[in-house]
């Protein structure tokens, strides 16, 4: 795919572009470059230094930190219609995390200088991008929180809840145990014996197509999150 029409259709629900004219988003799309990544393939590692923003048109990637002792921590998973790669593109710092795709991935690569020249001309967007990765940020905190402080089987519940509001989470590969496990900071096993007690209970049911919640009040019990 060449054909930069369906990234800026995009750009154009971005919040952190709003209020930029057509002229200036349209020649920030033409600025881009397609890329298609295999499985598995490292779209960017840690530590290097990237010049590039991303936009994930489709597929879905894994955002992650390698220990000394090889252990991965999955920060996040990235599904199609996101933009990443916010702090190493600006800042001009090497990358803080590795991605790497999960599945085939079309991704737009577009080019700091290109953003920089749109951050120039127009000042409001600086203030909307830090905004974005502010958001982030927060979610980054929580997770360090929720490592800390909850068990697997509340960190499991969360997650589930966090990825669907009508209780069906169709499988990717996102969703097998070995890539859950490494975001929920644990083990595969650890997370089988959640999972056995999670269904005995009543609350979800998972099959090779699904993950469905059966008790969406329970499992909010689980992942001890308060009503209001």
């Known amino acids: 795919m060449t054909d930069p029409s369906p990234l800026l259709k995009r750009l154009q629900t971005f919040e952190f572009l709003h209020g930029l004219d057509h002229e200036t988003i349209a020649a920030l799309a033409k600025s881009a470059v397609w890329k298609v990544f295999a499985p598995d393939a490292v779209v960017f590692w840690e530590g290097d230094t990237e010049t590039n923003l991303y936009y994930l048109q489709y597929g879905s990637l894994k955002a992650l930190r390698t220990a000394s002792d090889g252990r991965e921590q999955v920060l996040r998973f990235l599904d199609a219609g996101e933009i990443f790669n916010e702090i190493g593109v600006l800042a001009k710092r090497p990358n803080p995390v590795t991605a790497v795709a999960l599945e085939e991935s079309g991704i737009w690569l577009i080019p700091r200088h290109a953003l920089e020249e749109v951050v120039m001309k ?27 402080l909850k068990t697997v089987e509340a960190r499991f ?9 009508d209780d069906v989470i169709e499988r990717r590969r996102w969703t097998n145990q070995t890539e859950m496990a490494s975001h929920l900071g644990t083990v595969p096993d650890v997370l089988s014996r959640v999972i056995r007690e999670l269904t005995k209970a009543g609350l979800i049911e998972m099959d090779k197509q699904q993950i469905r919640i059966l008790d ?13």
Do not use: F
């Open 157 to 165: 519940a969360k997650l589930l809840l966090d990825s669907t509001d």
């Open 216 to 228: 969406r009040a329970g499992l909010a019990e689980r992942a001890m999150i308060r009503g209001d």
């Open 122 to 148: 127009h000042p409001q967007t600086a203030l909307q991008i830090i905004g974005n990765m502010a958001d982030k940020i927060i979610s980054l905190v929580t997770l360090a929180s929720d490592l800390s």
